[in-house]
């Protein structure tokens, strides 16, 4: 198996019941670690509590009288963290006392500081160089503008990343490399979302149940009976987390990123793996493997700062939610029907008041794993949009019809907002008015 930037994989298809999970990564993991990877294809925590609740709310400050909103034109001339010369950007070098600093680049500046506890910044790239696939640059501004919509949507930040901060740390180890850059240039960021090219939010209302992560410090879809229990490298999805911006993860980060390519223990760490795992098939040591052993092996010291998520799809594999999307479609034009609230026309920059009747509606449905809920988020998995490379368990044309039907099936829920909608989720290109008091008034055509 050829080794570097030779290598093509796609990442495992992780949200697949647990049992499919582990009998893939079993009998067919030859397979799977072909299709493994998609593009990008620790010490005990601070004795300072401040990463587990928040700095903002330790710090309990509010933006001065008659300045609403983040003052960007404001930056004092008072030293900070950045105005240090050792500080380095880079993953080799270690960043110490980071709560602290952070601690002190938010009391210089207050207006970022009111509502620091609860703010995201998504993380997202592409490789430099245009694609192979003739459709596949394309498709990557398809689920970009995808991403950009629902942080548009919740007023989230996000930073799409083209090159690789550390050369040596290819396909998908470059993830790590511009986390940590992103935490040092956004201080006032209090979580990191990483979230993969090739991934598509299909629930714009959805938002993160942050409360449910207070007192951890990462979040990674996976299922721990199949990390610790059956030792199974297809018991998470390093594709996409959630990293609180803290010393922990600087830490963390570090250790991880030991077992990269650029480390020079990278051979060891890939026996170490599929000595470990023994569904692992492939030598080389790579990230998602390397995030299941920390797990696994150092429990005590990074374990019980990680949650792993598994009640919805904070990654889902496409093939099983796809196929869906009609049925969920009809389910929530039903519920429309019903309750003349949601089809009330409004800006969308309120509309997250409206993802709250939603919630009444869904409350009985949980998170929604199977329960007729949107899929919060799609994976593509084993695609290779850019390459084309596509996982030999279907076919191209399965892939791009499912990627076309998950991206105008969310897109349908930016243009509700903007008075239109896609008739056919197979019809990117169609998009008729909607009448007033839609759909009690029906859409000429259908729509789905």
């Not at 970022?112 to 696939?133: E, H, W, Y």
């Not at 007033?436 to 055509?445: E, R």
Request: hydrophobic content about 35%; charged content about 25%; proline content about 6%.
């Amino acid at each position: 198996m050829p080794k570097h930037n030779s290598l093509l994989r796609t990442k495992t298809s992780s949200s697949l019941s647990s049992c499919f999970l582990y009998a893939a990564g079993t009998s067919a993991s030859p397979l799977l670690a072909w299709a493994f990877w998609s593009f990008f294809s620790s010490p005990a925590p601070s004795a300072n509590p401040s990463f587990s609740r928040g700095l903002a709310s330790e710090a309990a400050l509010s933006c001065p009288a008659g300045k609403a909103g983040h003052n960007r034109s404001y930056d004092p001339p008072d030293p900070t963290f950045y105005d240090d010369p050792e500080l380095s950007y880079t993953i080799e070098k270690t960043i110490k006392n980071w709560d602290e600093k952070r601690r002190e680049w938010l009391e210089k500046h207050p207006s970022f500081a009111a509502g620091a506890a609860d703010r995201i910044l998504m993380v997202t790239g592409s490789q430099a160089t245009p694609c192979k696939n003739p459709i596949g640059d394309h498709l990557l501004l398809r689920f970009f503008k995808n991403k950009a919509d629902y942080c548009r949507i919740h007023g989230y930040d996000i930073f799409y990343n083209t090159v690789l901060l550390q050369p040596k740390m290819f396909s998908f180890w470059a993830k790590i490399p511009a986390v940590k850059a992103v935490m040092l240039a956004h201080p006032e960021a209090e979580w990191i979302w990483w979230v993969d090219s090739d991934t598509a939010f299909t629930d714009m209302d959805f938002t993160l149940p942050l409360d449910r992560y207070k007192a951890h410090n990462l979040v990674v879809h996976g299922w721990p009976h199949l990390i610790h229990r059956e030792k199974s490298w297809t018991g998470l999805n390093a594709g996409v987390f959630l990293m609180r911006n803290c010393q922990w993860s600087m830490d963390f980060m570090e250790e991880w990123a030991s077992m990269g390519p650029q480390a020079p223990e990278y051979d060891k760490w890939g026996v170490i793996q599929r000595t470990t795992f023994k569904d692992k098939t492939f030598p080389e040591s790579d990230d998602q493997t390397g995030l299941a052993y920390l797990i696994l092996k150092e429990r005590e010291k990074s374990g019980n700062k990680i949650y792993m998520e598994d009640e919805y799809y904070f990654e889902g594999y496409w093939m099983e939610i796809v196929g869906t999307l009609e049925n969920i479609t009809d389910a929530y034009t039903g519920i429309e029907k019903r309750e003349r609230r949601l089809r009330r026309r409004h800006a969308e920059r309120v509309g997250e008041s409206y993802g709250k009747v939603w919630e009444e509606h869904l409350k009985d449905a949980g998170y929604g794993r199977g329960r007729g809920r949107r899929p919060f988020m799609t994976h593509f998995t084993g695609c290779q949009p850019c390459s084309g490379d596509h996982n030999q368990m279907y076919s191209g044309q399965s892939c791009w019809d499912a990627m076309q039907k998950a991206l105008n099936f969310a897109d349908n829920q930016v243009l509700r907002r903007y008075g239109f909608v896609h008739r056919d989720l197979l019809d990117t290109s169609t998009v008729p008015p909607l009448p007033f008091d839609y759909p009690a008034s029906d859409l000429v055509g259908g729509a789905s």
